[in-house]
């Protein structure tokens, strides 16, 4: 009787184990199909995501720690984000004044909606020791002040640095904050002199306590990744030590049809200009992934030197502008920014450039995108998005910008399917979006003599 | 007995080897006649696209009454107006159209064009191009536009530390025309008219000057025939004679300090020439540029950024600006206040890097990335056309391309070393400059302090 229970017992542990070993096999067929697209492991109780893109042409492995708050998150003087992300990483890589032991190439930058700790191993280090590194990020700072305070200065040498390189975005960053009228996705990640000279260690620290812990962050490695070895690593790495409640959530955007406009004299600029930001939002019936076919192929409509775009109007077949540039990007899931910057061709008033511009915006809305247009689109990028799954640097695009905007990153294929799926009504439909009444802030740039 | 054991493991390696050596040989380099009798060169490779470089011999800044920003305005305006009876906007949508990418630019001795487009469109794509090259409308509402966003450009470029800083070196030691060519200035930008632009535009894209470089499908017929279309008539171009003799580059080793007021931060710039032997072995250089600055590990980051915690990011480049000059430049933006240190610990990081050289792990880290690169870019599938045009342009016989990969390979620690050694400049022999927003508060022992521009000229 004995003998026979034992042999049940025995049997049900061979077929427990059989059942693991399908289990294993399961997994192993299922990572090998997924190998070539995202893969969403589905064991990470610590972090808020964990997502695998695999890369097998890629001899160098990608890591992106993306903490899921930015400037957008914080308060006080603006660039706060952005000086914490520098303490952040020193602090983790434990690289103050001496020099780093390993070579892994690391960096870091601040955006508005996400700060993100990038580490790419090139002398093959291994994942144990670049996770490791990257888990220090929620490790308390242990920087000296002396050294924070040399930190900060160093920031102020960046927003120099950029300064330089880039004349107007000053501007550009006190437009954008006008347009979303104290709303927090309008703080300037950057700062300015004055800010960056106000930011003060202790609001650092705070920010760091409270928003970087791992279930507010998601891992994403890119390149030629063992799937088990990154599972395993992220039990050991990242873990939740200490309780510090419900993740934060960041306020909507409140939209509305506000119009907001000034006028900036400076000497820094050499002739006038006419800045225009715009936030559309984004007709509400779409996924995410039919959100990101229909940005990138609206960007370039509105772009392109065709019928469908601005420059024809405005730049050949009129001489409305002299020079001309044309951003449409997401700022959040929901609401796309939309941002002109044009100097004006001889004898036109920044007034009647700023006028001709909604007026063309609105007739490429009524005229609608044709039906040529749509067909060209479609036809251009039907092997890229057919392709998608199987192309992991493409791929790589999607995924990062959704997980800057705290978006649950989409897979090739239903990126794909998403653009099968359109029809040149949906274009129309966020064209007209585009050119309707929202929220808009137009700056005339005057130069001084 | 014992090695005859182990002769299958022999054959197999040797077999594997043959494969590998075979594979790692370069697409061939054709030396083609087209039907229209020009001589090209072509590389065969597995591929639908067809990539033509194309190098029109200009001497135009050498002759008289040249302005030498013309160049760059005329490129842009032939690129964005007209062309015989195509208007301006359909040009470039009849480009995007066919999914070709055209591009043109200029050097001091050449202007260098690239058009890219899959083997059915190529043709066409060449048709395009040469009308630009032959019969562009030189519209005067387009050209005003164009110097117009060029004048603007180099007004704000008036502001900036690395322009002023670069200009300057520029101006002490290049042939004038070459150092205005690259500066372009407010006052050139602004002086250039459109006659002179139909001037340069007569002279210009000569196609019996013109070096030609090619790739595209095995089948060369469609590429061959492109590029008889692109040069359709560019024989009747008429480039003038030069009267101008290039003066001849001195490098200068000074101190400089150069004030602008509209900058908040010191920007700290050295520059060693590269020379004689260091000419035959750039890429000894290149390995330098790479260890003192290309990396948040690199030597002069290291010193300037997590020792002194003066710059957020520091450079160094391998500047190759023409067949005569080419310079190693290092550098980085600091706060004013830490400008002599910076400049102090730099030239201190480099005199170490130029006497004790590498560490062995160092330089193999740097090789492995030129190794990397070179064999990402040469091997059986890939021949960047423009490798070969720049091996012509040096004078070197095309067969020049082949040797790069080896050359890198066969790099040693020791060579490098030595070669660090006898022919970077000590860093008191560079010209080393800080571009300030208040010179006067800066204590340092120099050669000359600028604070206009035509300041300059007593630093020579």
């Avoid at chain 1, 492991?41 to 990608?62: C, F, K, M, Q, W």
């Avoid at chain 1, 930058?109 to 020791?129: L, Q, W």
């Avoid at chain 2, 013309?70 to 208007?87: K, M, R, S, T, Y």
Wanted: with cysteine.
């Amino acid at each position: 009787m004995l003998k026979v229970q034992l042999n049940c017992y025995y049997l049900c542990y061979i077929m427990f184990r059989l059942f693991l070993l399908m289990l294993l096999v399961a997994q192993l067929v299922v990572g090998a199909f997924a190998a070539e697209d995202l893969y969403k492991p589905a064991y990470s109780r610590a972090l808020h995501g964990v997502y695998l893109l695999h890369n097998p042409d890629d001899e160098i492995t990608h890591y992106y720690l993306v903490v899921h708050a930015g400037e957008a998150d914080m308060s006080g003087p603006h660039g706060l984000s952005h000086f914490l992300e520098h303490l952040a990483m020193f602090s983790a890589a434990h690289k103050d004044r001496g020099e780093s032991t390993i070579k892994v190439d690391e960096n870091a930058f601040a955006y508005k909606t996400a700060t993100v700790f990038f580490a790419a191993d090139k002398e093959n280090e291994g994942p144990d020791v670049v996770l490791g590194r990257l888990a220090n990020v929620f490790e308390p700072i242990h920087l000296d002040r002396q050294f924070m305070r040399e930190e900060r200065r160093i920031v102020e040498r960046e927003f120099q640095h950029h300064q330089q390189r880039y004349p107007y975005s000053h501007h550009s960053d006190a437009v954008f904050s006008r347009l979303l009228d104290g709303q927090s996705v309008g703080r300037s990640v950057l700062g300015t002199q004055e800010s960056i000279r106000q930011l003060s260690i202790d609001d650092a620290l705070h920010a760091h306590q409270k928003f970087y812990r791992p279930d507010n962050a998601s891992l994403y490695v890119w390149g030629d990744v063992n799937y088990s070895t990154i599972n395993k690593l992220v039990k050991k790495h990242f873990s939740i030590k200490e309780e510090k409640g419900d993740r934060h959530q960041r306020e909507r955007l409140a939209l509305g049809d506000k119009r907001h406009q000034d006028e900036a004299r400076s000497e820094d600029i050499f002739r006038d200009r006419v800045m225009i930001k715009k936030l559309v939002p984004f007709p509400a019936q779409y996924s995410w992934a039919q959100k990101m076919v229909l940005r990138d192929h609206l960007h370039d409509l509105l772009t392109s030197n065709g019928r469908s775009g601005l420059r024809q109007p405005l730049q050949f077949d009129a001489f409305w502008v002299a020079d001309l540039e044309i951003e449409l990007d997401f700022i959040t899931q929901n609401v796309l920014a939309l941002e002109i910057f044009a100097a004006p061709d001889f004898d036109v008033e920044l007034e009647q450039l700023a006028t001709e511009i909604e007026t063309q915006l609105s007739n490429l809305a009524t005229a609608g995108v044709s039906r040529a247009s749509f067909y060209d689109l479609k036809n251009d990028t039907e092997f890229f998005y057919a392709d998608l799954q199987n192309t992991p640097g493409d791929l790589h695009e999607y995924v990062f910008k959704s997980l800057l905007l705290g978006v649950e990153p989409v897979n090739g294929r239903d990126i794909n399917k998403a653009a099968k799926g359109l029809t040149h009504l949906d274009y129309d439909a966020v064209m007209q979006a585009i050119a309707a009444p929202s929220d808009i802030a137009i700056r005339f740039l005057r130069a001084t003599p | 007995m014992k090695y005859l054991r182990q002769l299958p493991f022999i054959l197999i390696f040797t077999f594997l080897s043959g494969c590998i050596a075979v594979n790692a040989d370069l697409p061939e380099i054709k030396s083609v006649t087209t039907d229209k009798g020009h001589d090209v060169y072509y590389i065969p490779l597995e591929t639908e696209t067809v990539t033509i470089h194309a190098a029109f011999k200009n001497d135009y800044i050498f002759t008289e009454g040249a302005n030498p920003v013309v160049p760059h305005i005329g490129l842009q305006l032939i690129q964005q107006a007209g062309a015989g009876d195509i208007e301006p906007a359909t040009l470039l949508s009849e480009f995007e159209d066919l999914g070709a990418d055209a591009q043109l630019h200029a050097r001091p001795d050449a202007i260098h064009g690239k058009l890219v487009a899959d083997v059915a469109d190529i043709e066409a794509a060449a048709k395009l191009a040469n009308q630009v090259l032959t019969d562009s409308t030189l519209d005067e509402r387009w050209f005003r536009r164009v110097a117009g966003n060029l004048v603007e450009k180099a007004g704000l470029d008036r502001n900036h530390s690395g322009v002023l800083g670069w200009s300057a070196m520029r101006k002490l030691s290049f042939d004038p025309m070459v150092a205005r060519f690259w500066s372009a200035s407010f006052a050139d930008t602004q002086a250039v008219e459109l006659d002179q632009v139909k001037d340069w535009y007569q002279q210009s894209f000569n196609a019996g000057d013109a070096i030609i470089v090619l790739s595209g499908p095995k089948d060369m017929a469609s590429g061959l025939r492109a590029v008889d279309i692109l040069l359709d008539q560019l024989d009747q171009k008429q480039p003038r004679a030069v009267t101008v003799e290039q003066e001849p580059f001195v490098p200068v080793a000074k101190t400089i300090l150069i004030e602008n007021s509209a900058a908040n931060d010191a920007l700290v710039l050295l520059f060693d020439h590269v020379k004689g032997e260091a000419r035959r072995r750039e890429f000894e250089t290149y390995f330098t540029a790479y260890e003192l600055g290309a990396t948040s590990e690199s030597r002069l980051h290291r010193k300037l950024r997590d020792e002194l915690r003066a710059a957020y990011e520091v450079f160094t480049q391998f500047a190759d600006f023409d067949r005569q000059v080419r310079l190693l430049a290092m550098g980085g933006q600091v706060s004013p206040d830490q400008a002599v240190a910076a400049l102090r610990l730099a030239s201190e990081t480099y005199d170490n890097y130029r006497e004790q050289g590498m560490d062995q792990s160092g330089f193999d880290q740097v090789k492995k990335v030129y190794v990397d690169h070179f064999e990402d870019i040469l091997n059986e599938d890939s021949l960047p056309p423009n490798l070969v045009l720049e091996a012509l342009l040096e004078g070197h016989e095309v067969e020049f391309v082949n040797s790069l990969l080896p050359t890198v390979r066969g790099m040693n620690l020791m060579t490098h070393n030595e070669f660090s050694a006898a022919h970077l400049s000590p860093s008191d022999q560079l010209l080393r400059i800080i571009v300030a927003p208040d010179i006067d508060a800066i204590e340092l022992d120099v050669d000359c302090r600028v604070k206009q521009p035509e300041q300059l000229a007593e630093c020579v």
